[in-house]
Nanobody, 122 residues
Framework: QVQLVESGGGLVQAGGSLRLSCAAS????????MGWYRQAPGKQRELVAT???????NSADSVKGRFTLSRDNAKNTVYLQMNSLKPDDTAVYYC????????????????WGQGTQVTVSS
C-alpha cells in the first residue's frame, strides 16, 4: 500500500507564511509528479502547484511569486512554502502524487493525501 501523509497546515494571519509537507511511503517503485491541490468551501478542487521527478514545476497564476514547491526525491517528500498568504488562500490543501508501483508489472496510480486545513485570517 502507498500512503501520502501531510503536515504543516494551520491558522495564520494575512501576510504570514506556512510550509506544508507531504511524505509518500509504502511499496513505491518510482514517484513521477507530486504536488498540491486545494479546495475552498463551495468551490471545486483546483491545482496549486506540481513538480516532476526532474524538478520542473507548474503552478497556478494565483500563487506565482508567493508559493514555492520543492521536492526531496531521497525522502519521497514534497514541500510547499507559502508566503504572503491571503484570506483567499484559505482551503483544504491536498497532496497528490503519480506513483509507479510493482503490481504484476509496473503501473502508475494517482494517490491523494487526507488533506490539511489552511486558514488565513484578515
Amino acid at each position: 500500500q502507498v500512503q501520502l501523509v501531510e503536515s504543516g497546515g494551520g491558522l495564520v494571519q494575512a501576510g504570514g507564511s506556512l510550509r506544508l509537507s507531504c511524505a509518500a511511503s509504502g511499496s513505491i517503485f518510482r514517484i513521477n509528479a507530486m504536488g498540491w491541490y486545494r479546495q475552498a468551501p463551495g468551490k471545486q478542487r483546483e491545482l496549486v502547484a506540481t513538480i516532476t521527478s526532474g524538478g520542473s514545476t507548474n503552478s497556478a497564476d494565483s500563487v506565482k511569486g508567493r508559493f514555492t514547491l520543492s521536492r526531496d526525491n531521497a525522502k519521497n517528500t514534497v514541500y510547499l512554502q507559502m508566503n504572503s498568504l491571503k484570506p483567499d488562500d484559505t482551503a483544504v490543501y491536498y497532496c497528490n502524487a503519480q506513483i509507479v508501483v510493482l503490481r504484476r508489472g509496473l503501473l502508475e496510480y494517482e494517490y491523494w493525501g487526507q488533506g490539511t486545513q489552511v486558514t488565513v485570517s484578515s
